[in-house]
């Protein structure tokens, strides 16, 4: 039994910089993550994945990302983090996949999936999305022979080379996997709508900038500023951006049902189909607080900020607006993080610190 004043589920860019501003309370923490080493969702992102914004506009609070040649690739990502939590010697254990979070009395049980227990004051769930991928639902999904794979789990197109594959979903990484796929198999981008293609000088710093106008704006009662785009919006990284120029991002609309070898269009025709790559995103990776009873029927908390209404002692950071603006992204999650420590420290009365054997703050 390990017990320590809070454990973050966790130790992505959320869990990080939460546990940065924590490191400022006189309590006792610890972060649970289920990955073999640093980096979190970043390790499982495909191999040419870069960021949409430059290392400046990336940085987790007090240590600014190294600059990168161009936008900050995937390995780039992972180096930062893996520097980021032994520049400030965070209490990190791993790995250790949560499976359930508990009440026990006045204290929260948290158990891992290989039997070991850590008991806390309180929990912050920073778990983010990788591991609960959303997948639509397709007449005759069930019998269509191909693969079908996510985007959270694509690695590179030579997997697929020579093959006839969708490509499904709108945004940034679906145009980036069709980018890449140019040349390689005979690909078809499925999009629900026409893509949107963000001017060539806009990246994700612009659309903060932009995207927190909007937010002061509309907090303090005034007219939005004028649209640049949105995050959804297609940012034209040099993969992208070439393939636009050949000519290789026109999109379709959605086919209506799977058969066992292909799909079928709208309009009745079949297309054959070896493979189809899911882009739809993902959705809050929360089971493991199934058991407080805090989970509505679409499998979010009800806060207020990151604070759960119906447990006091549980807060949520870094799973989107809902949670804090901008909260899922790298820059965005300094303001929820920051909130969330003082928040915490100010609730618990650091009566008692415990820090686990061998691990400092």
Known sequence: MN???????????????TAYFLRRAELSF??????????AAWRHGWDSLTLFSPSQWSSLPGWPMPPAHGYPSRDHVIDYFARYEARYELPVV?????????????????????????????????????????????????????????????RNPQAFAGKRVLVVGGGNSGAQIRAEMAGIAQTTWVTPLEPVFLPDQV?????????????????????????????????????????????????????????STGVVWPDGSHSEVDAVIWCTGFLPALDHLSPLGVLDADGRVAVEGTRAVAEPGLWLVGYGDWTGFAS??????????????????????????????????
């Open 3 to 17: 017990d320590v004043d809070v454990v973050i589920v966790g130790a992505g860019q959320s869990a990080l910089a």
């Open 328 to 361: 899922a992204t790298l820059v965005g999650v300094m303001r929820t993080a920051r909130s969330t420590a003082q928040e915490i420290g100010a609730t618990l009365s650091p009566v008692h610190q415990t820090q686990p054997e061998g691990v400092s703050q």
């Open 30 to 39: 610890v972060l649970l993550d289920a990955e073999e080493g640093p980096g």
């Open 94 to 154: 791993r790995p250790v996949l949560v499976q359930a979070v508990r009440r026990d009395g006045d204290r929260f049980q948290i158990e891992a999936e290989d039997g070991r227990v850590w008991r806390s004051r309180a929990v912050v769930s920073a778990t983010g999305t990788w591991r609960h991928p959303y997948v639509p639902s397709y007449p005759g999904q069930d019998s269509f022979s191909g693969v079908q794979t996510h985007s959270g789990h694509y």
């Open 203 to 259: 990246d994700g710093r612009v659309l903060f900038e932009r995207a927190t106008e909007r937010w002061q704006a509309m907090q303090q009662g005034l007219p939005p500023p004028e649209e640049v785009g949105g995050f959804g919006d297609i940012v034209m990284v040099p993969s992208v951006a070439a393939a636009q120029r050949r000519g290789d991002l026109k999109s379709v609309r959605p086919f209506s049902a799977f058969t």
